[in-house]
């Protein structure tokens, strides 16, 4: 009996050798290529900051009236306004767009009663860049005294970022190395070659902070402070490197 276990269990890891060794032979070539290298993936960041040199604002003018009709008038004088002290600061037309026209009804609501219609409310809000920040305050003055009774918000910017960003790119590829060369040599490994990089990040221009529009006196000698601040512009990469012994 024992001699007859032997044989079976003798039979079974022929079988299973052999099996082994076809699937060895029809495994594919490259997959044993990848695993005899020894492979480091890392991410890192570089930052830099930057002052800006241009700025987005939003501003309008929101006009209630009985009629639509009367409220888009209203609206319309007080817009044109606007616009013309807009060009007088200096602000060009092609710097000077629309973002946003809109008629709507107002109601009253009271319990147990329909909606009572009171009027309608027009609002017109317009986009400027300014490239000159000095003159950024006296353009929200200049709108608020025109008529213009609505800031969304300012955001700032770079003209030509390639500047900032290469050198964000250097920072970042400064601590990507080192941080491969701190792993590679904690493993007591080398590292041997840069077998892939890739970007993300980059430029992104500041979102919009809110600003309080109110009338202003026209005599009053003081201007609407703006702090322009600094940017940080920002690069991630992710690189794979190989290692070596």
Same mark, same amino acid.
């Given at each position: 009996?024992?001699?007859?276990?032997?044989?079976?269990?003798? %039979?079974?890891l022929?079988?299973?050798?052999?099996?082994?060794?076809?699937?060895?032979?029809? /495994?594919? =070539?490259?997959?044993?290529?990848?695993?005899? /290298? =020894?492979?480091?993936s890392?991410s890192? *960041?570089?930052? =830099? #900051?930057?002052?800006? &040199?241009?700025?987005?604002i939003?501003?309008?003018?929101?006009?209630?009236?009985?009629?639509? !009709?009367?409220?888009?008038?209203?609206?319309? $004088?007080?817009?044109?306004?606007?616009?013309?002290?807009?060009?007088?600061?200096?602000?060009? &037309?092609?710097?000077?767009?629309?973002?946003?026209?809109?008629?709507?009804?107002?109601?009253?609501?009271?319990?147990?009663?329909?909606?009572r219609?009171?009027?309608?409310? $027009?609002?017109?809000?317009? =986009?400027?860049?300014? #490239?000159?920040?000095?003159?950024?305050?006296? !353009? $929200?003055?200049? %709108?608020?005294?025109?008529? /213009?009774?609505?800031?969304?918000?300012?955001? @700032?910017?770079?003209?030509?970022?390639?500047?900032?960003?290469?050198?964000?790119?250097?920072?970042?590829?400064?601590?990507?190395?080192?941080?491969?060369?701190?792993?590679?040599?904690?493993?007591? *490994?080398?590292?041997?070659?840069l077998?892939?990089?890739?970007?993300?990040?980059?430029?992104?221009?500041?979102?919009?902070?809110?600003?309080?529009? @109110?009338?202003? &006196?026209?005599?009053? !000698?003081? %201007?609407?402070?703006?702090?322009?601040?600094?940017?940080? $512009?920002?690069?991630?990469i992710?690189?794979?490197?190989?290692?070596?012994?």
């Amino acid at each position: 009996m024992k001699s007859l276990f032997r044989a079976a269990a003798l %039979s079974v890891l022929i079988v299973a050798g052999a099996s082994g060794a076809a699937l060895a032979q029809t /495994a594919p =070539t490259e997959a044993a290529t990848i695993f005899q /290298a =020894t492979t480091l993936s890392l991410s890192a *960041y570089g930052e =830099t #900051h930057a002052a800006p &040199d241009m700025a987005t604002i939003s501003l309008g003018v929101q006009v209630d009236a009985p009629t639509a !009709a009367e409220a888009l008038r209203a609206n319309a $004088v007080k817009m044109n306004q606007v616009i013309a002290a807009l060009k007088r600061g200096g602000i060009a &037309d092609k710097d000077i767009q629309t973002s946003g026209l809109n008629v709507s009804p107002q109601y009253v609501y009271q319990e147990n009663l329909p909606p009572r219609l009171t009027g309608y409310q $027009v609002t017109n809000q317009v =986009t400027i860049v300014v #490239h000159d920040l000095t003159r950024l305050g006296q !353009a $929200v003055d200049a %709108s608020v005294n025109a008529g /213009a009774n609505t800031v969304g918000g300012v955001s @700032f910017g770079l003209e030509d970022s390639d500047k900032a960003e290469n050198d964000a790119r250097f920072e970042a590829v400064k601590a990507l190395q080192m941080k491969a060369n701190l792993y590679a040599s904690a493993m007591g *490994y080398k590292v041997a070659r840069l077998v892939t990089l890739s970007e993300g990040g980059g430029y992104a221009p500041q979102p919009p902070m809110p600003m309080m529009a @109110f009338a202003r &006196d026209k005599a009053s !000698a003081e %201007s609407t402070p703006v702090q322009a601040g600094e940017l940080k $512009v920002r690069i991630d990469i992710n690189a794979t490197f190989e290692l070596v012994r």
